[in-house]
T-cell receptor
Framework: DAGVIQSPRHEVTEMGQEVTLRCKPISGHDYLFWYRQTMMRGLELLIY????????DSGMPEDRFSAKMPNASFSTLKIQPSEPRDSAVYFC?????????????FGAGSRLTVL | AQTVTQSQPEMSVQEAETVTLSCTYDTSESNYYLFWYKQPPSRQMILVIRQEAYKQQNATENRFSVNFQKAAKSFSLKISDSQLGDTAMYFCALFLKGDDKIIFGKGTRLHILP
């Protein structure tokens, strides 16, 4: 298995532009998580899906952020319009419950810089 | 609310030494799992070790072992015979069985010095 695949690896954009981050989870995993990592706040859970259905989006910072999972093999995180404070590394992770625990497998992350 | 606290923002040790990273957590639940993840400079998050709360025996994975003190809500990671490749950010994480989310600490940046 190729693992969790994220794209793009790096994105530099200007304030006000729309940003779309993509994720392909591991086949057979029924959970998908989006995390944001910054120096100040560490790893923050933004939203997660179970069987393609959004379960908890309470971590999404504001309405400018949206996430979708149209099928079991693809998810997007969109920021519109982007702001400099959105600059961070965004991780996608997927999991299947293993012995009662969600063991996350992370993608390589997408580093977003908003100028 | 569940919390995970890593009180050591940064540490440095010489190669081949043993180092212990601290983690405390807070939950009122009795059934949970604890994890240590490693994030090297490549940015990839890698699972290091996992502990089930109902198991008294401390988990070990080669040079990595944990000291799980359930009453004290402490979950420290010991790295023996440290290697240059162990240089990374280490995150402690808590998963509540019955919940779906994993809560991460702020991380400890570990430098292994040659």
């Amino acid at each position: 298995d190729a693992g969790v695949i994220q794209s793009p690896r790096h994105e530099v954009t200007e304030m006000g532009q729309e940003v779309t981050l993509r994720c392909k989870p591991i086949s057979g995993h029924d959970y998908l998580f989006w995390y944001r990592q910054t120096m100040m706040r560490g790893l923050e859970l933004l939203i997660y899906f179970n069987n393609n259905v959004p379960i908890d989006d309470s971590g999404m910072p504001e309405d400018r952020f949206s996430a979708k999972m149209p099928n079991a093999s693809f998810s997007t995180l969109k920021i519109q319009p982007s702001e400099p404070r959105d600059s961070a590394v965004y991780f996608c992770a997927s999991s299947a419950t293993v012995s009662g625990a969600n063991v996350l497998t992370f993608g390589a992350g997408s580093r977003l810089t908003v100028l | 609310a569940q919390t995970v606290t890593q009180s050591q923002p940064e540490m440095s040790v010489q190669e081949a030494e043993t180092v212990t990273l601290s983690c405390t957590y807070d939950t009122s639940e009795s059934n949970y799992y604890l994890f240590w993840y490693k994030q090297p400079p490549s940015r990839q998050m890698i699972l290091v070790i996992r502990q089930e709360a109902y198991k008294q025996q401390n988990a070990t994975e080669n040079r990595f072992s944990v000291n799980f003190q359930k009453a004290a809500k402490s979950f420290s990671l010991k790295i023996s015979d440290s290697q240059l490749g162990d240089t990374a950010m280490y995150f402690c994480a808590l998963f509540l069985k019955g919940d779906d989310k994993i809560i991460f600490g702020k991380g400890t940046r570990l430098h292994i010095l040659p």
